[in-house]
Structure formats: C-alpha cells, structure tokens
C-alpha cells in the first residue's frame, strides 16, 4: 500500500511540491515549503495568492506531527523554510549534501538552515545516491541531478519511495528529461 497526498502544488496556486507518502511502515513528508513568484513586471503576488500560500503551508505544517520522515531535496523556499525547524522535531530527516554538488546559493542557504535545526530532529543524513529501509519500505536516493539543464540553479536528488510492489518517484525540480542519464 501506497498513498501519496500532495499538498501544495503550482496547480494549487502556489510554489511547492510538498507531499505525503504514507506506506504500511513509514510516513514520510517530502519538502515542507511553499512560497509565491516574486514580482512580474513590478507587479507584487496577488491577495488571492498570498492567500492560498498561507492555508497550504497550514496545510503543510498540520503533517510533521503525522510523519516519522522528513526529506528536503534542495535548498529553495519553496522545499523548505528554514525560519520554521521546529517542524523538524523529533524526526528522522534526509537532506541533500549541504556542501557537495550545489551552487554557492543554496550552500549558503543550507549551511544557515543546518544551523537553525541543531538539537531539533532526532537524525539528519545526508540522502545523495543512499538507500534507506524501513521495514518492507525503501526509500532510495538518486545522485544529484541538475535543477534544470545545466549547474546553474545547483542540484536536487531525487526520491523514490517503494513499498509492497508499489513505487512513487519525485523527482523535485529537474525541470524535464533533458540531460542524458550520467
Ligand atoms: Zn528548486
């Protein structure tokens, strides 16, 4: 058995894949974040969208407590908030590589929410290419991949979360198949 909830989305109006896995051992919470484009042609986000930014990540944040595992794939706001780590309290939580195979933004970034989260979970690892059980559930790690074509905008692993003959791969931004398999 496998269900997957997202919970915030582009098609619900706002930046997010945030999503909740849920197998017969483990629930797991795939980047906890959501936020909004920022200005258009000097044009601020609308209320409507500053509206549903905040319900989805009330939504959001109503599914830690629900969760054993906690995975952020890379170092944007709209993966996770580095104001909020008490999110993170007591799980068990999976990063990308803070240093490896990402660009000086997101180290920067990744460094900081390191730091906001000391003493908060009950485990950080770091998830680049590793594989971790769960009892009869997997959830498996791709090296890092490019956010997008090429190294510009870093890189983000990908996940796959696989259960009784069923899988689930979220692949966060890779923005396509458009770079050959390495
Ligand atoms: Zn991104």
């Known amino acids: 058995m496998l269900r997957v909830k997202p919970l915030a989305f582009d098609s619900f109006g706002v930046r997010s894949m945030a999503t909740f896995v849920e ?7 795939i ?12 044009l601020p986000p609308h209320p409507v969208e500053e509206q ?5 990540w009330a939504d959001i944040k109503e599914h830690p407590s629900r969760s054993d595992v906690l995975v952020v794939t890379h170092y944007h706001y709209d993966h996770y908030d580095p104001e ?3 999110i993170y309290k007591g799980k068990i939580v999976y990063l ?8 000086k ?10 730091d906001k989260l000391t003493g908060i979970p009950k485990s950080i690892d770091i998830a680049d290419a590793k594989e971790f059980e769960h009892g009869s559930t997997s959830i498996k790690f791709s090296h890092p991949v490019y956010h997008g074509t090429n190294p510009k905008l ?3 692993v990908e996940v796959s979360i696989s ?8 692949t966060s931004d890779v923005e396509g198949p458009s770079v050959a398999q390495r």
């Open 96 to 103: 990308k590589h803070p240093k490896e195979l990402i660009n």
């Open 23 to 29: 197998t017969e051992d483990l629930k797991v919470l």
């Open 84 to 86: 909020e780590p008490e």
């Open 163 to 170: 259960c009784g003959g069923e899988k689930l791969v979220f």
């Open 52 to 56: 549903r930014m905040s319900e989805t």
């Open 154 to 156: 870093g890189y983000v």
């Open 105 to 114: 933004s997101q180290e920067k970034r990744a460094s900081y929410f390191l």
């Open 31 to 42: 980047d906890p974040g959501v936020s909004l484009a920022p200005n258009r042609y000097s």
